[in-house]
């Protein structure tokens, strides 16, 4: 599950709203151990998300360095090529 939780901090263009949501999802799925929470746990699970959002958010703004900023589409293809050599090797 949180494989999917992307580094947030220091990218330009900035993260969206939608990616800091989309790594507190994730975060609170871990933890809760549940992909799709029951109907009883469903407020407590949104509730839990949207905390997370907030508390993600509030720190990748706070957060400084003197590294240049990133560039989504040159980060993205490296992984890519990593996952390609990780999975050449496996089979």
């Not at 997370?52 to 589409?73: C, F, G, M, N, Q």
């Not at 293809?77 to 496996?90: E, G, H, L, P, Q």
């Amino acid at each position: 599950m949180c494989r999917n939780i992307r580094q947030l901090h220091n990218f330009e263009p900035a993260a969206t709203p939608d990616e800091v949501e989309a790594a507190a999802i994730q975060y609170v799925r871990k933890v809760s151990g549940s992909t799709k929470p029951s109907q009883a746990n469903q407020e407590a699970f949104d509730r839990a998300v949207e905390a997370v959002t907030a508390a993600t958010r509030k720190l990748i703004d706070s957060l400084v360095t003197k590294a240049p900023p990133k560039d989504r589409e040159v980060e993205a293809a490296k992984a890519k090529a990593r996952a390609a050599k990780r999975y050449a090797n496996a089979g």
